[in-house]
C-alpha cells in the first residue's frame, strides 16, 4: 500500500521533511572487516543523513567495539567536529576492564560528545549480567544516562530474560533494545509494557512486516526510536518502511524525532542542537 498521509506526500517528493526530522539513535561509523561500505567516512555519513532529513546521528565509532586500545577517540573527534549532528556512545568493552574503566573515567572529560553508553554483549562474549558489566552500569544509574545495547532473541548474551534482570537491578538508565530483540517481538512487547525505562530501537526490525504496527498497537508508538546501524543500512529504506506502515503521521512523528528529543534533551543543553529544537518547537 503506497501511503499518501502529508507526511508521506513530502518525504516522497522531497526526500525528507522539515516538520520531521530523523534522529537516527544507532549508528556505526568507519570502516569494517569483511563489508565493504561505500559510505562510512564521517563526512559521507553527514551527507547521506543531508539526503535523508537525518537531524542528528548517535553512534558508536567501529573502531571502538573490538580495539579498546583505539577506544572511542575516532567518536569523540567526530562529534567535536560536527557538534550539531552528531552525538556518541561510549563503548564499552567487559573483556578489558582496565580499558573500560580508564573510558567510564574519561566520559566525564568527553561529556559534551556522549549520551551514554553502548553494549555489545553478543560481539564481547559476556552477558550483560556479568560482574565485569557492573561498573558500567552503576555509572550509567548514577547519571541516568542511555544505554544501548543489542538484544536477540533467544541469546543468554543479551535475550529477553537477561534484559529483564538488568531492566529491574537499574530502573534509572534508559535502556534503548537495539534491534528490539529480534525475531521474539512478543518478549520485546511485554518488556516494554513492564518496564517504563524501556524503549524499542528499531534497526533491522524493519525487515518484517507487521512489527511497527504491532509495537505501536501493543506498546505505543511514544516508546519507539529510530535507528539503521548507519552506515550498514539506509535511512531511506527505514523511512520509506514507516510511511508505508498502517500507523499515523503522529506515531511517525513520535518515532522519528519526538521521542529522541525528549531523551537527549538533558545531554544537549548549552549547544548548537539545543537552539535548533527550540526553533523547531516554538515555529
Ligand atoms: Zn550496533
Excluded at 564521517?42 to 535523508?52: L, N, P
Excluded at 550509567?140 to 534482570?165: F, M, N, Q
Excluded at 522519528?256 to 534533551?265: F, G, V
Amino acid at each position: 500500500m503506497i501511503c499518501d498521509s502529508d507526511l508521506a506526500r513530502e518525504f516522497w517528493e522531497l526526500g525528507k521533511s522539515d516538520s520531521c526530522p530523523i534522529y537516527d539513535m544507532h549508528g556505526h561509523m568507519g570502516r569494517w572487516q569483511g563489508i565493504y561500505f561505500p559510505r562510512a567516512e564521517t563526512e559521507q555519513m553527514i551527507g547521506t543523513m543531508d539526503e535523508c532529513g537525518v537531524r542528528l546521528l548517535v553512534f558508536s565509532h567501529h573502531d571502538a567495539l573490538l580495539a579498546p586500545d583505539i577506544g572511542n577517540r575516532s567518536a569523540v573527534e567526530a562529534v567535536r567536529k560536527y557538534p550539531d549532528r552528531l552525538r556518541a556512545y561510549c563503548v564499552v568493552n567487559p573483556n578489558y576492564p582496565d580499558r573500560a574503566m580508564a573510558d567510564i573515567v574519561t566520559y566525564e572529560q568527553n561529556r559534551d560528545a556522549y549520551v551514554g553508553l553502548k553494549f555489545l554483549p553478543d560481539y564481547h562474549g559476556l552477558p550483560l549480567t556479568h560482574g565485569d558489566y557492573r561498573a558500567a552500569w552503576e555509572f550509567a544509574a548514577e547519571g541516568e544516562l542511555l544505554v544501548l545495547t543489542h538484544t536477540w532473541k533467544d541469546s543468554e548474551l543479551d535475550g529477553p530474560a537477561t534484559i529483564r534482570t538488568v531492566a529491574e537491578r537499574y530502573p534509572r538508565v534508559k535502556l534503548l533494545l537495539g534491534h528490539s530483540c529480534h525475531g521474539d517481538w512478543d518478549a520485546a512487547v511485554s518488556l516494554a509494557r513492564d518496564f517504563p525505562n524501556i524503549y524499542l530501537e528499531l534497526t533491522a526490525v524493519f525487515d518484517d512486516r507487521g512489527v511497527i504496527e504491532k509495537f505501536a498497537g501493543e506498546v505505543g508508538s511514544h516508546r519507539m526510536l529510530f535507528g539503521t546501524d548507519l552506515p550498514w543500512f539506509d535511512p531511506h529504506h527505514a523511512i520509506g518502511v514507516l510511511l508505508s506502515a498502517a500507523i499515523s503521521d503522529e506515531d511517525r512523528h513520535n518515532i522519528c524525532h519526538r521521542n529522541a528529543e525528549t531523551l537527549l534533551e538533558p545531554f544537549l543543553r548549552a549547544n548548537m542542537l539545543e537552539e535548533a529544537i527550540h526553533d523547531h518547537e516554538t515555529s
